[in-house]
């Protein structure tokens, strides 16, 4: 006698980091990064669909542990994501994610997934194409400060999706530069490793910064930053995390996701709770400009909203369908009958006591 096997409800699909490092080497991280934006850009042109709500955040002085839920009425998708600058320093990463997508209709889960490499991906995805509506016109140059974990996906992004066929990288750390700078070597890119910020902004017309600590930062001076360019600014997650200063703000016309949450965690958080932004959907429905002349400053203030994750989540769900090698767990108690739960444990322990 054998126990029981799962039936197929109990059953919800499950992409781990291996299968995930699997996906992207059958495809390719530019052409995922390209494929994933066309989802995230449907999602923000399809934005009052949504349900919408700052994340939920739980802060420690070391860090943040952040819940990211949004359904669009017929799935319902959520991400957990911490966020500890300090772990570095142990072997561990500064942010690691795992992420639910589920059924509206019956709320059943039907996606369980790592999100540490996919948050990667769709946090790219979304800065780039966001910088098509935003960046000047025939940019080619970008600057990566910040050269951590992020980094070479955002470059690969916009090279992708934007045209960039230079990067010019500058970190704190040395090491973090000589990082990136190898993983993106024969990449289709000119890697430039600058020795100070002020040297990688030097002849870019795109802007991204991209740090981590937890702290009021000055990564860019306003006196840094000239007329035409974009600034992706992305490392401003939380609470008393910024990385620009309060003038380049004020020089700026910014665009942000969900303006309630970026104004809790985003660089506008230095800003009077009035100071206008536009919304980033609104400038991809068309009802909304984005940069409307060669010398104007454009921000994005972008601190990651859960539609992001949701879109990431979408694809995934559509790229692993039908595949025979997708690991499945057995998540979801399953009886003959659904009232009796109870019963479905004796009829195991009797099986087991037949064994």
């Known amino acids: 006698m054998t126990l029981p096997t799962p039936g197929p409800m109990s059953l919800v699909p499950f992409v781990s980091v291996e299968m995930m490092m699997k996906l992207l080497l059958e495809r390719g991280i530019e ?17 009052p669909l949504f349900d919408k709500t700052p994340r939920v955040a739980a802060h420690s002085p070391e860090g943040v542990i952040e819940l ?9 998708g959520f991400k957990y994501v911490n966020g500890h600058p300090k ?3 142990a072997g561990r990463q500064t942010v690691t994610a795992f992420g639910v997508l589920s059924d509206v209709d019956t709320g059943y889960p039907v996606l369980l997934t790592e999100m540490t490499i996919l948050t990667a991906l769709r946090t790219a995805a979304t800065s780039a194409v966001v910088a098509k509506y935003l960046a000047p016109k025939g940019a080619r140059t970008m600057a990566m400060i910040g050269n951590g974990a992020q980094s070479e996906f955002q470059c690969l ?13 500058y970190d704190i750390d040395p090491q973090a530069t000589a990082k990136a ?50 600034i992706n600014a992305i490392g401003g997650d939380c609470p008393g995390k910024t990385e ?27 800003l009077p709770e009035d100071h206008p932004v536009t919304e980033i959907w609104q400038v991809m429905t068309g009802e909304a400009q984005g940069r409307t002349s060669e010398k104007q400053i454009t921000l994005f203030d972008s601190v990651g909203f859960a539609t992001e994750d949701f879109s990431a989540l979408r694809y995934l769900k559509d790229r692993i369908a039908g595949r025979k090698d997708l690991q499945l767990l057995d998540m979801l108690a399953d009886p003959d009958d659904p009232r009796d739960l ?11 006591e037949k064994l």
């Not at 052409?31 to 934005?47: P, Q, S």
């Not at 993983?183 to 100070?196: D, Y």
């Not at 004020?250 to 958080?269: A, C, K, M, N």
């Open 157 to 169: 992004a916009f090279k992708a999706i934007c045209g960039i066929d230079t990067v010019r990288l």
């Open 342 to 352: 109870f019963g479905m444990i004796g009829r195991y322990a009797q099986a087991a």
């Open 87 to 89: 772990n570095f320093r």
């Open 181 to 230: 700078a190898a993983n993106l070597a024969g990449k289709g890119l000119t890697v430039v490793a600058c020795s100070s910020g002020q040297e990688a902004i030097e002849g870019a017309q795109i802007i991204t910064t991209c740090t981590a600590d937890k702290q009021y930062a000055t990564i860019l001076t306003d006196n840094m930053v000239g007329a035409g360019i974009h």
């Open 31 to 47: 052409e995922t990064v390209i494929e994933l934006a066309a989802y995230v850009e449907e999602d923000f042109r399809r934005w």
């Open 68 to 76: 990211m839920p949004t359904s669009d009425g017929r799935s319902y």
């Open 244 to 270: 620009l200063h309060k003038d380049i703000l004020t020089r700026s016309d910014i665009f942000v996701e969900f303006p309630p949450q970026t104004r809790i965690e985003g660089e506008i958080q230095q």
